[in-house]
T-cell receptor
Framework: RKEVEQDPGPFNVPEGATVAFNCTYS??????FFWYRQDCRKEPKLLMS???SGNEDGRFTAQLNRASQYISLLIRDSKLSDSATYLC?????????????FGTGTRLQVTL | GAVVSQHPSRVICKSGTSVKIECRSL??????MFWYRQFPKQSLMLMAT?????????EQGVEKDKFLINHASLTLSTLTVTSAHPEDSSFYIC??????????FGEGSWLTVV
């Protein structure tokens, strides 16, 4: 079993749609969780951190379920500019020296 | 604010030559940096962990004599691809973690070996 699993997609959705991505992780001791966005031929950029209490940033909502070892990202009112690959990232600690574990990414294509 | 800067963004070199890629932390110190490579449509693959003042830790299957890593200061790590071959052509990315586990990535370096 992979340490972090994501559906690779692609998810093709029309503009304005709501889309949800899920991610599961195997290390129950993991401490910090993130969603990153990676555009084609660019580096990953932080979209948002993920907390058990859930957090929202504009059209984006992230949720962590520690019991199920499951992370989600919800995008409302999709824009063309949301087209990218979304990476689920898990860190075993909150420290600066630990290696992150990446999902393979979920590709989103928003169309007119 | 804290940024990770990588240079060069693109480089083309001839087979058999060596190429150096620099990764700098700006506005923060990074005792640990990470080097990744990414092939088209694939996930990031961790190559090595760069440790300031000591030897890098390489992932299984990564040749340490081919991918030389030097982390001589708290703000700079370098990756040198030695005796480059066309199959080394890839996107190389560095990162450093901030407190809280958040990772900042450099802009990435596209290496083409001809």
């Amino acid at each position: 079993r992979k340490e972090v699993e994501q559906d690779p997609g692609p998810f093709n959705v029309p503009e304005g749609a709501t889309v949800a991505f899920n991610c599961t992780y195997s290390n129950s001791a993991s401490q910090s969780f993130f969603w990153y966005r990676q555009d084609c031929r660019k580096e990953p950029k932080l979209l948002m951190s993920v907390y058990s209490s859930g957090n929202e940033d504009g059209r984006f909502t992230a949720q962590l379920n520690r019991a199920s070892q499951y992370i989600s990202l919800l995008i409302r009112d999709s824009k063309l500019s949301d087209s990218a690959t979304y990476l689920c990232v898990v860190n075993p600690t909150t420290g600066t020296a630990s290696k992150l574990t990446f999902g393979t990414g979920t590709r989103l294509q928003v169309t007119l | 604010g804290a940024v990770v800067s990588q240079h060069p963004s693109r480089v083309i070199c001839k087979s058999g030559t060596s190429v150096k890629i620099e990764c700098r932390s700006l506005d923060f110190q990074a005792t640990t940096m990470f080097w990744y490579r990414q092939f088209p449509k694939q996930s990031l693959m961790l190559m090595a962990t760069s440790n300031e003042g000591s030897k890098a830790t390489y992932e299984q299957g990564v040749e340490k004599d081919k991918f030389l890593i030097n982390h001589a200061s708290l703000t700079l790590s370098t990756l040198t691809v030695t005796s480059a071959h066309p199959e080394d052509s890839s996107f190389y990315i560095c990162s450093a973690n901030l407190a809280g586990g958040l990772s900042l990535f450099g802009e990435g370096s596209w290496l083409t070996v001809v």
